[in-house]
């Protein structure tokens, strides 16, 4: 569905059900240069299972309209006017990457509108190699292809996948290519500046969960099992034969574990 | 790993997980209809779209799906969907973007049968076509009318050889918004991947180069994943609610692979045209080999090329690799590594002279394919194209005398030796 936030035209899938805020929420939220897509395997699952589902293009990606916000800070009040502008309520917030950042200042931020969080393949930080940052600004392709290339595991890179004929590396690159051109190195700009990651997650007192990847190469374990020191008595998780793209490599895994945690920390009728 | 696998390696690997009870290397055939669910949960979130996952081999099967993800591999398509043969997954393709009332713009100088669907079958359930010369690149444009949903060509032209401009009709489906199909079955992803030039998508006949072996029929529909399909109203299959899956808009759900699911949601589920799981293993070994047997079609090529020009016998010769073909600069653009293994040739002394070299050529093999590992002719306009009529093989490029020759891979002595035996049998016709 499309809807206004701030006056720009902003695309979300609600998972093929009618956005209904009578029900609570699971809103889904993507990393650098990925768009609402990248929780396909996720979102309908829980939009026929009396969760009211929103799967946000953040500004600037695929079917959203620009400019790309170019702060984490920024990100989580936009979220923030975005679930005010639906009357959204009771919500699960379920992030991927960059998403965690946004999901980590918004869960602390926005305390009352919060009732569980999932963080997947996250750290506190995500501190972006500078080649990376200078290849989004000037040479896009290039950016797209290491993003692709480090972000997917060795199932990403041989094209295998549980949706039958689909290639998410392939898809993965057709996606990054439809935001509109400098949101990549925005978003980088915007996880690399991030610092309040501490801060705001001891700040969160909802149910947190964190699922992490054992060959994730963009937010490696180390950093990941920082988060899991900072946030109050958290829910970890580790499939260990994903890389950093948990959503799409490991959907039935990370949905089980989703759906659990979920339906027990924010129960729908 | 930032870098990703080449050809070769995805040739052998893509797609396949290596099987988890028994480590067998080879990928097998899951030879079944059907797939126990673990419970009733999983079993409605496959059925409804929710998650991957076999149900029923009409709509996907694990064999096949490793043959689908490895040319989606190999073509760099976001998705692939594999077909009973080359013909149901152009149909499949394009029932799955027009309905009654919409219209094709497509390249005069195609396969029989494409021509056939699109001239005499589609008609009748309301789609129409307009053939363009594929050399006229503005005739493309000028064809186009407000019902028109698809462009479609076959790179090398079947079988007159002439090379589309992709990234010329690319352009003019993006201007009209239109996306651009591409019959690929003559370059296969080894020579050209027609979506590095702005297509959007392609097919192939499997049963040809990419097996190889010319022991299966087959064929792929594979997704580009770069057109916009919500961008007009003139996509509705794709961008508007879909009844059958409760109203599910496959374009906004599945995005760089709606057109694929799309295809597999109704063409799979309603027509059914699925490839069997040993017709995908086939396939699967002969894609492992694809690009060795493309780099000897076309040295041997090159060398009967050699031949057939220096015979006094051989009237004329054509392939765009020569550079008295007019495809020639376009050849030398797409497919820089060779320009296909057909090679079309006239025998001196017309109709007679033609019908006698097929019956007395030896080795080569008297049939209605192309791409086999072994080389085969035939003669067009009593074959493959006897069913057009006099204008369309005029537009089609066929003269009588014209021989069409699949170049194999035996050793190239023993060919030629096998095609003098032939032009001994044509002397007499040549006035000589
Ligand atoms: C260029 C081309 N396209 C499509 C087809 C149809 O493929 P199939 O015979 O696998 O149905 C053929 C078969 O000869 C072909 O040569």
Redesign the interface.
Known sequence: MYFDVNGKRI?A?T???KFDNSLPTVIFLHGSGL???FW??H???FA?RKYSVLVPDFPGH??SEGPPLTSIESMADWLNDAVESLCARDISIVAHSQGCLVALEFASRFKDRVKSVSFVASGLATPVNSALIDAAENNPEAAI??MV??GFG??G???????????M???GR??M??NVPGALAADLKACNAYSNGKTAAAAIDCPVQVILAGKD?MAPRKAGMELVEHLHNPELHIIQESGHMIPQEA??ES?LLLRNFIFSNNPSG | ?????EFDT?SL?????VDKEFGARATPIYQTTSYVFPDTDTAS?IF???????AYSRI???T??VL???I??LE???????TASGMAATFCAITAILSQGDHIVASSQMYGGNISLMKNTLPRFGITATFVDPTDIDGFGKAIKDNTKLIYGELIGNPGLDILDLEAIAKIGSQHHIPFMVDATFNTPYLCRPFDFGANITMHSVTKWMGGHGAAIGGVVVDG??F?W?ATDKYPTISEPYAP?????LW??????AF?TRI?AEAMRDFGPSMSPMNAFLLLQGIETLSLRMDKHLSNTMKMLDFLQNHKQVSWVSHPSLPSHSSHALAKKYLPKGAGSIVSFGVKGGRDAGKAFIENVELASHLANVGDAKTLIIHPATTTHSRIDAQALVAAGITEDMIRLSVGLEDIKDLQSGFEAGFRAARKFAGE
């Open positions: 695309f899938t998972g093929g059900k768009d609402h897509t396909g395997l979102s309908r699952f026929f695929t079917h292809a290491m290339g480090w060795s199932a890179h041989l094209h295998q996948g549980p949706v039958p004929g689909n290639s590396v392939a898809a057709k996606i290519r439809s190469r959907p039935d949905r | 790993m930032s870098d990703f696998y995805l690997h893509a797609g396949q997980t979130s409804n779209l929710e998650r991957g996952g076999h996907s099967n694990p096949v799906g689908e993800q490895r989606a591999s760099g398509g976001s998705a692939a969907v594999c994943g770069n916009d919500g899956f409760q109203g599910i808009n906004e759900e599945f995005g760089p692979a694929a597999r």
